[in-house]
Nanobody, 127 residues
């Protein structure tokens, strides 16, 4: 089992950058495929980015491709989301999620695939 804690959210202006972190407990973090999701008020939770446990493979939603970068440091049990060129429409609560990875290239973009979730961190982008 793994527990996830997000941090790094805040209030920024459009065009600014933020880096979110997701700290995981448990010795098997390196075997988990990870992902970032977000949920804006009145909307469903949507996929943002995913990374394989090997960190070799990544996948992004079209809405963030080229602006966001997902990464992980298995030695630190931490995953990151670097968010550049933020837009007002990026405003949401951001969640990290984890699921045991079966293959080194496993990535999941469906929220239903993930077993563990953090509590979320608020990102607000003002115009």
């Amino acid at each position: 089992q793994v527990q996830l804690v997000e941090s790094g959210g805040g209030l920024v202006q459009a065009g600014d950058s933020l880096r979110l972190s997701c700290a995981a407990s448990g010795r098997t973090f390196s075997s988990y495929a990870m992902g970032w999701f977000r949920q804006a008020p009145g909307k469903e939770r949507e996929f943002v980015a995913a990374i394989s446990w090997s960190a070799v493979y990544t996948y992004y939603a079209d809405s963030v491709k080229g602006r966001f970068t997902i990464s992980r440091d298995n030695a630190k049990n931490t995953m990151y989301l670097q968010m550049n060129s933020l837009k007002v429409e990026d405003t949401a609560v951001y969640y990290c999620a984890a699921v045991p990875g079966r293959g080194s290239g496993d990535m999941f973009y469906s929220k239903y695939e993930y077993e563990y979730w953090g509590q979320g961190t608020q990102v607000t982008v003002s115009s």
